[in-house]
């Protein structure tokens, strides 16, 4: 028999029996997690059944070189033809031909099955369009020339059909994916209104599991084959047991001693942790006030019932990657001992990178990371778009938040209008793929009291951690508020007069404003009139490390009560570990405002800490491109006019969870049309939600009765990639520029330049991931058109900033603040 190839790497061949052996089994192994073992394997073992035609065969040994241009009658153009063979559509045709002419059922599970394997490149595809036009029946009758049906199964390995058709033959198949099903059904039923939207939905994410399992089969796969040397570093699962790093955390708090009453209230904080760990998988609830120690009391929770439900990983979802960094580091400093070298850099894994864009080279897609680690921190943005977004690179993740504790620390955060779409992914983590869910925040979003026909959480019954969370807040309270509004607002100057004056009664004062110019303003006029040692700027033009660097300045000039003033963005308001005597902070949500007092006498000392909540000038604040603050700002000016005409009614407690309520029932009230991601006409010719798309896709569907006359009866009509495209989980997507910050940074840069293959250099990468800012598209366009961006490599588009545009002061700026500094590339 000829040579017939999966991939060729370095002289190499991998044949494609071996690679869709290998995918089937990996694939076999992700679903197990859902109970879909037969369809796993399934999809694992057509999903290239085309690349067995003679077409893409001359295709890859021609490009190879395998077959000479001189010699051999087959021999093609490669490049002209890259990406042009069609070699997933022969798989989901075989899926689709055997099963869907058996009956109902079967024309059912075998749309879930052909699906996933025509999408393995793309994305799930559009089952419907949103024109209503039928996408997947098209690609189901594409003509099978083009797809090479016939001739694969002429062609292709014995044992690969013959295990297929087993498998197609095999009743288990059916029965999988109907019981899956039929549980979405039956949980969704409970819920009387709505049950068919969110079901559909879930079914959808069943469809995005599956889909992950194949994605992340073929991609480990393929890598295995190209990149030995990455292969060796896989963990595949096999991590340190629970215990292990049980015993670890818990050495650590026993070696904690407590000495102040908050260090006392923490470690009861911590036991009751450690108590509920016991209680079954579900979602749970964790509301502690800020100060109160909820990263090490949550891992508690997690590592033990992780432990006693024998689960895979804990992922910690985190809203900013400066809390991640914070927070992976002390928890890494438990789990991964220095005594025990080979653990190193094996237990916590940190995924947040922002280097490189959301669209990505195949290349790019090969070398992406699963979450193969018992610890994972990632972002609020990269869950969303494993759950949501286009493309493979975030899909790939989904089957690793099966059999897993997920703890959502900062709750609040979640883009309002995500809410639906989180809200019914969270139940089918919870319900259906053995997963514990655990909201954890000191401001407690009512995620489970929102429209439930559109989709809210499902608590577990005794839901929340805390036994008395409204005494907790009443014990945490630490500090004093001054509601100091006025007519006609603030104006810069007697903003940073109050900062003074509050640094010289306090000895440290912390000033949080909304916006990135609001914060440089005030730091300039504060500079002028203090020490330079004792002021400080924070904000997001500042790469990681810059902050870093002065977040440990601010922190030992407090801890040695030294003067101190810090301006910030609210980058610091939420997980950042400061205690400053006096904070400052301009109108925004009660939530903000809230955790910004969280940095004020954050360790309980006896006298009260001191939070002014003002309110700037509108001239010296625009918020127009800053719709949730602004809205959220609106919604707290009512509760804190509530709380000045009634303080008893919250228990004089403006940050205690009666006034957080209060705020949280007005604020989804105000915005509750805007919580199920709606599309405006623009994208698609009728106004849209995206919850709706990956559902009953009722436009769609409206669309094709009355071009067609009818609509067809089958399981997924959903508008999966319109959806997918029109997702994001932040609004304005970001690129990542490494900056030279500091000798460092401008030594990653010429490293980054001298790389011979940068996208293989983890540890560089990595590194880089500390010194990169993530800009705007129309900053990124103004410093292109400066000359202020150097590409390290057209294909990696990894970017690097000139020296001239980057302050030690402010971070990145779009004009140049420097003279020209010689950049030397090692």
């Given at each position: 028999?000829?040579?017939i190839i999966?991939?060729t790497?370095?002289?190499?061949?991998?044949t494609?029996?071996?690679?869709?052996q290998?995918?089937?089994?990996?694939?076999?192994?992700?679903a197990?997690?859902?109970?879909?073992c037969?369809?796993?394997?399934l999809?694992?073992?057509?999903?290239?059944?085309g690349?067995?035609?003679?077409?893409?065969q001359?295709?890859?040994?021609?490009?190879?070189?395998?077959?000479?241009?001189?010699?051999?009658?087959?021999?093609?153009?490669?490049?002209?033809?890259?990406?042009?063979?069609?070699h997933?559509?022969a798989?989901a045709?075989?899926?689709w031909?055997a099963?869907?002419?058996?009956?109902?059922?079967?024309?059912?599970?075998?749309?879930v099955?052909a699906l996933?394997?025509?999408s393995?490149h793309?994305?799930?595809?559009d089952?419907?369009d949103?024109?209503?036009?039928?996408?997947?029946s098209?690609?189901?009758?594409?003509?099978?020339?083009?797809?090479?049906?016939?001739?694969?199964?002429?062609?292709?390995?014995?044992?690969?059909?013959?295990?297929?058709?087993e498998?197609?033959?095999?009743?288990?198949?059916?029965?999988?994916?109907?019981?899956v099903?039929?549980?979405?059904?039956?949980?969704?039923?409970?819920?009387?209104?709505?049950q068919?939207?969110?079901?559909?939905?879930?079914?959808?994410l069943?469809?995005?599991?599956?889909?992950?399992?194949?994605?992340?089969?073929?991609?480990?796969?393929t890598s295995n084959?190209?990149?030995k040397r990455?292969?060796?570093?896989r963990q595949?699962g096999?991590?340190?047991?629970?215990?292990?790093?049980?015993?670890?955390l818990?050495?650590?708090?026993?070696?904690?001693?407590?000495?102040?009453?908050?260090?006392?209230l923490r470690?009861?904080?911590?036991q009751?942790c450690?108590?509920?760990?016991s209680?079954?998988g579900?979602?749970?609830?964790?509301t502690?006030?800020?100060?109160?120690?909820?990263?090490?009391?949550?891992?508690r929770f997690?590592?033990?019932?992780?432990?006693q439900r024998?689960?895979?990983?804990?992922?910690?979802?985190?809203?900013?990657?400066?809390?991640?960094?914070?927070?992976a580091?002390a928890?890494?400093?438990?789990?991964e001992?220095?005594?025990?070298?080979?653990?190193?850099?094996?237990i916590?894994?940190e995924?947040?990178?922002?280097?490189?864009?959301?669209?990505?080279t195949?290349r790019?897609?090969?070398?992406?990371e699963?979450?193969d680690?018992?610890?994972i921190?990632?972002t609020?943005?990269?869950?969303l778009?494993?759950?949501?977004?286009?493309?493979?690179?975030?899909?790939?993740?989904?089957?690793q938040?099966?059999?897993?504790v997920?703890?959502?620390?900062?709750?609040?955060?979640l883009?309002?209008?995500?809410?639906?779409?989180?809200?019914n992914a969270?139940n089918?983590?919870a319900?259906?793929?053995?997963s514990?869910i655990?909201?954890?925040?000191?401001?407690?979003?009512?995620?489970?009291?929102?429209?439930?026909?559109?989709?809210?959480?499902?608590l577990?019954?005794q839901?929340?951690?805390?036994?008395?969370?409204?005494?907790l807040?009443a014990?945490?309270?630490r500090?004093?508020?001054?509601?100091q509004?006025?007519?006609?607002g603030?104006d810069?100057?007697?903003?940073?007069?109050?900062?003074?004056d509050?640094?010289?009664r306090?000895?440290?004062?912390?000033?949080?404003?909304?916006?990135k110019?609001?914060?440089?303003a005030?730091?300039?006029?504060?500079?002028?009139?203090?020490?330079?040692?004792?002021?400080?700027?924070?904000?997001?033009?500042?790469?990681?490390?810059h902050?870093?660097d002065?977040l440990?300045?601010?922190?030992?000039r407090?801890?040695?009560?030294?003067?101190?003033?810090?301006?910030s963005?609210?980058?610091?308001?939420?997980?950042?570990?400061?205690?400053?005597?006096?904070v400052?902070?301009?109108?925004?949500?009660?939530?903000?405002?809230?955790q910004?007092a969280g940095?004020c006498?954050?360790?309980g000392?006896?006298?009260?800490?001191?939070v002014?909540?003002?309110?700037?000038?509108p001239?010296?604040?625009?918020?127009?491109?800053l719709?949730?603050?602004?809205?959220?700002?609106d919604i707290?000016?009512?509760?804190?006019?509530d709380?000045?005409?009634?303080p008893?009614?919250y228990?004089?407690?403006?940050f205690?969870?009666?006034?957080?309520?209060?705020f949280?029932?007005?604020?989804?009230?105000?915005r509750?049309n805007e919580?199920?991601?709606?599309?405006?006409?623009?994208?698609?010719?009728r106004?849209?939600?995206?919850?709706n798309?990956?559902?009953e896709?009722?436009?769609?569907?409206?669309?094709?009765h009355?071009?067609?006359?009818?609509?067809?009866?089958?399981?997924l009509n959903?508008?999966?990639?319109?959806?997918?495209?029109?997702f994001?989980?932040?609004?304005a997507?970001?690129?990542?520029?490494?900056?030279?910050?500091?000798s460092e940074?401008?030594?990653?840069?010429?490293?980054l330049?001298?790389?011979?293959?940068?996208e293989?250099?983890?540890?560089?990468?990595?590194?880089?991931?500390?010194?990169?800012?993530?800009?705007?598209p129309?900053q990124l366009?103004?410093?292109k058109?400066?000359?202020?961006?150097?590409?390290?490599?057209?294909?990696?588009?990894?970017?690097?900033?000139?020296?001239?545009?980057?302050?030690?002061?402010?971070?990145?700026?779009?004009e140049?603040?420097?003279?020209?500094?010689a950049?030397?590339v090692?």
């Open positions: 028999m000829p040579l999966a991939h790497r370095d002289g190499e061949h991998q494609l029996e071996s690679h869709l290998g995918v089937a089994e990996l694939s076999r192994q992700a197990s997690k859902l109970a879909l037969k369809a796993g394997e999809i694992g073992l057509v999903h290239d059944l690349k067995y035609s003679q077409a893409f001359a295709y890859i040994q021609s490009a190879a070189c395998i077959l000479n241009q001189d010699e051999d009658e087959e021999y093609v153009d490669a490049s002209a033809l890259k990406g042009k063979i069609d997933s559509s798989g045709q075989y899926i031909n099963l869907s002419k058996m009956g109902a059922l079967e024309e059912r599970i075998a749309q099955l996933c394997v025509a393995h793309s994305g799930l595809i089952c419907l949103v024109e209503g036009g039928d996408n997947f098209r690609r189901m009758a594409k003509a099978t020339q083009k797809t090479h049906l016939d001739e694969v199964g002429r062609v292709a390995d014995s044992e690969i059909l013959a295990r297929a058709n498998l197609l033959g095999n009743p288990e198949l059916v029965t999988e994916l109907r019981s099903i039929g549980k979405i059904l039956a949980r969704n039923r409970e819920t009387h209104k709505g068919h939207r969110n079901a559909q939905q879930q079914i959808g069943a469809v995005r599991f599956l889909f992950s399992s194949l994605i992340d089969a073929d991609r480990i796969d084959f190209e990149h990455i292969k060796s570093y595949n096999n991590y340190s047991e629970w215990p292990v790093l049980i015993e670890r818990e050495r650590k708090l026993a070696a904690m001693s407590p000495t102040r009453p908050i260090d006392y470690r009861d904080i911590s009751h450690l108590d509920a760990a209680r079954p579900g979602t749970y609830t964790l502690v006030p800020t100060g109160g120690g909820k990263t090490l009391a949550s891992l997690a590592l033990h019932h992780a432990s024998k689960l895979d990983r804990i992922i910690y979802i985190i809203p900013f990657t400066s809390i991640i960094e914070q927070n580091q928890v890494r400093d438990i789990l001992p220095i005594d025990v070298p080979a653990d190193q850099g094996k916590v894994l995924h947040h990178s922002n280097i490189t864009p959301e669209q990505q195949w790019e897609k090969i070398l992406c699963n979450w680690a018992p610890v921190y990632t609020m943005v990269q869950l778009e494993a759950l949501f977004g286009a493309g493979t690179r975030g899909a790939r993740r989904v089957h938040l099966a059999n897993a997920l703890i959502f620390d900062e709750v609040q955060t883009p309002i209008k995500c809410t639906h779409l989180f809200n969270i089918f983590l319900e259906q793929c053995n514990t655990v909201l954890c925040t000191a401001t407690q979003p009512l995620l489970h009291k929102v429209e439930a026909e559109k989709g809210a959480i499902r577990a019954e839901h929340e951690i805390m036994p008395d969370v409204h005494q807040f014990d945490l309270k500090v004093g508020v001054c509601d509004r006025k007519p006609g603030w810069v100057a007697e903003v940073a007069q109050l900062a003074l509050e640094k010289s306090a000895g440290s004062c912390l000033v949080i404003v909304n916006t110019r609001a914060a440089q005030i730091f300039e006029q504060c500079r002028a009139q203090v020490d330079q040692s004792e002021a400080f700027h924070l904000s997001t033009d500042m790469c990681p490390a902050r870093k002065e440990t300045k601010v922190r030992a407090l801890a040695s009560g030294l003067p101190t003033l810090c301006i963005t609210q980058l610091i308001e939420a997980g950042v570990d400061v205690d400053f005597g006096v400052i902070r301009y109108l925004a949500g009660l939530d903000s405002i809230a910004a940095r006498n954050r360790n000392r006896p006298e009260p800490g001191i002014h909540i003002i309110n700037p000038r001239e010296d604040e625009k918020l127009t491109s719709p949730d603050i602004a809205k959220g700002r707290a000016l009512r509760v804190l006019d709380f000045a005409r009634m008893q009614r228990a004089d407690n403006l205690g969870p009666m006034a957080l309520d209060d949280y029932r007005y604020y989804f009230f105000e509750k919580m199920d991601y709606p599309v405006p006409a623009s994208a698609f010719g106004d849209d939600t995206i919850a798309l990956l559902a896709n009722s436009g769609a569907v409206a669309d094709s009355r071009k067609h006359g009818r609509v067809p009866e089958r399981l959903q508008s999966f990639m319109a959806a997918a495209k029109a994001k989980a932040i609004d997507p970001t690129q990542g520029v490494v900056v030279p910050y500091g940074g401008a030594d990653i840069i010429g490293r330049f001298a790389a011979f293959d940068v293989l250099d983890g540890l560089l990468l990595r590194r880089a991931q500390q010194f990169t800012v993530n800009v705007f129309h366009d103004k410093l058109t400066a000359g202020a961006i150097l590409e390290v490599k057209p294909e990696t588009r990894i970017m690097t900033l000139d020296p001239r545009y980057y302050s030690p002061q402010f971070g990145l700026s779009t140049p603040v420097s003279a020209m500094e950049l030397y090692i």
